[in-house]
Nanobody, 133 residues
């Protein structure tokens, strides 16, 4: 099955740290690239990070580079997003998603991941992250 359960969100002060978890299946991790998106009210989802399925290569949005780190544990079927030095603009609902709808069937790749969120067809329920003083 392809499904996700996110957890680990919360409310922190600027400069704080959170670690998000995305529980999924072995099948999902092997078959699809997994991306993290975040969404603020009234805005489209914004790409945060992506991890390529077949070799674990990671990609980051410029806004989070050097502050966030995505990783996976293939034994636990879990993808993590370690977030450090959080800023108010990091506030939003964070989702993990599988690239199940790529028109070229490049399901294991992260190409165009930052903006083409519609190619990620299975999303979790999301976890809220609030960064404020």
């Amino acid at each position: 099955q392809v499904q996700f359960v996110e957890s680990g969100g919360g409310s922190v002060q600027p400069g704080g740290t959170l670690r998000l978890s995305c529980e999924t299946s072995q099948f999902a991790l092997r078959a699809y690239a997994i991306a993290w998106f975040r969404q603020a009210p009234g805005r489209e989802p914004e790409g945060v990070s992506c991890i390529r399925s077949y070799d674990g290569t990671t990609y980051y949005a410029d806004s989070v580079k050097d502050r966030f780190s995505v990783s996976r544990d293939l034994d636990k079927n879990t993808v993590y997003l370690q977030m450090s030095n959080l800023r108010p603009e990091d506030t939003g609902t964070y989702f993990c998603a599988a690239r199940t709808k790529d028109p070229d069937r490049l399901f294991r790749h992260c190409g165009l991941w930052e903006t083409q969120f519609e190619r990620f067809g299975v999303w979790g329920q999301g976890t809220q992250v609030t960064v404020s003083s």
